[in-house]
């Protein structure tokens, strides 16, 4: 196999995103001008617009009409291991976050509800709809199910300072374990898009799941929506 | 900004209950929904908010819509284990059969600064870049990229890496893969990748890159892979 040279266009991306990470440019840092970056690395005008254009649309720097071309702010991590390691991970990372709730019901399970919870068609169930602030954005909405039967009063102890996971283990004795979440893509119906101050039909990524108990019995069922110019799903596997 | 007011009515997501009468089974795949019209009467909400519901739904993958014949249940998506994404795991382990590969490219090139620093090489030194084109039930869903070292796997070139994981690939070298970690983005994606892909309009593009790490804890190869959201979707083993 021999060697082939790069396609200018691969090679304008790579050293685009390599300045902005060898530099340590910080965010809504100014990247310099398209003149000055094609006099440094002898690629044309237009293979340097279209390595920016790439760049801006995978949400890694942005543009501001007159002004010129900008480094976008990190993503918080989204661990997949779930939203308790989530909320921790950012309040460990010096972000002020909290949750502002939108409904709290309760409510007769519906078929998916209860096929989930593994309760009766019609068992009382509580809904929790809250949404999550972090530096003064809102960046998730949640919606979590809750077998009412058998986590009684659950809305009565549960507060916008309260964490579920604590609630869960100190008032229920109900550790959560493992559960296995999938990861879709949806679009912002008007409502959500007025709560996350974001466009209708904006992507947006839908994470589900049920958490399970030591037991390996439902806890909850959520429902997770997530600004995707805000968040980014983490994983790490080890083997 | 949300107010804090339990009473407020749960406003009706019309999204949400299709997406639960498709899972219930209560509108089955390959049939037809009620028409905009039915659905604006039984739920007595306007026509653009049922379009934005029925849109999103297209876009999401889970919906047809045919010109004159209305809008059609697609069924489940595709759902893949993000564990087994970028050949982490074997494929003898995974035989999973409705996946298919075809290569694109292989070729060595100059691993540039970007690799360079990635790997810990020099800007100079070469390194493999495969690109595949993946499909799912015969239809394509996915480019990967990857990008491997030449001192790590120097015969890469004579193994078929559309038959072998990378797992598996390694394991001829006697490389263990250790570790790997995975980042997840919704993007537009760019219009090379959208056209080679063939994804309608509105519809998003998920970016998965994984770097794999060695014993040694050195990243050993580097994936980007741009994938088709309205065609898959990934499952997440939690652990605690």
Redesign the interface.
Known sequence: ??????PPGM?AI??L??FI??NRLKAHTRIPSEKDLCDMWGVSRSTLRQAV??LV???FLYRVMNKGVFVSEK?YPRD???VD?MVRDLIDQGNDVSK??????EIEA???ISRKLMVKLGARVY?I?R?R?INDV?CTIETTYINAEKYPGFTDLYS?TASMDTLFKEEYNAI????????????????EAG?LGIE??S???YAS?I?LDQNEEPVMFYKQLIR?DKF???????? | ??????R????L???EIIR?KI??GEYMPGTAIPSENKLAETFGINRV?IR??V??LV??GLLRRVQGKGVFVVGR?N?LS??DHAG?ESKAELSDSRISVKELN?????A????A?LFGLEPED?IY?IRQLQYINGVETSIEDFFIPKQILPTL?TINSSVFSFRDISSFYGIR??????????????AKIRKMLNIPE?V?V??LECDFYNENGRIIAHSISNIR??MQ????????
């Open positions: 196999m021999t060697l082939m040279k790069t090679e790579e050293k995103e390599d990470v060898v254009d790439e649309e995978n949400g993503k997949m291991a779930g390691a502002h709730i939108i409904s709290m019901n519906t078929k998916q809904e709809i949404c602030v809102p916008e959560q374990t493992t559960g296995t979440e999938h990861i879709n893509v949806t679009y912002a119906s008007e409502e709560v209708v039909g992507p947006l990524f799941g958490a995707p980014v799903f983490v994983c790490t596997v080890e083997s | 900004m949300v107010r804090n007011d339990y407020t009515p749960i406003y997501q019309l999204r639960n899972e219930d908010t934005n519901a849109d999103a876009h999401e998506k759902e993000i564990e982490f292989k070729t060595i090139r100059e540039g600064n970007k690799y620093n070469e870049y070139d893969l250790k570790k790997m970690t995975q980042t997840l983005r919704i993007i537009k994606g760019s509105g998003a998920l970016l959201s309205d979707s990934f499952t997440v083993s939690m652990h605690k």
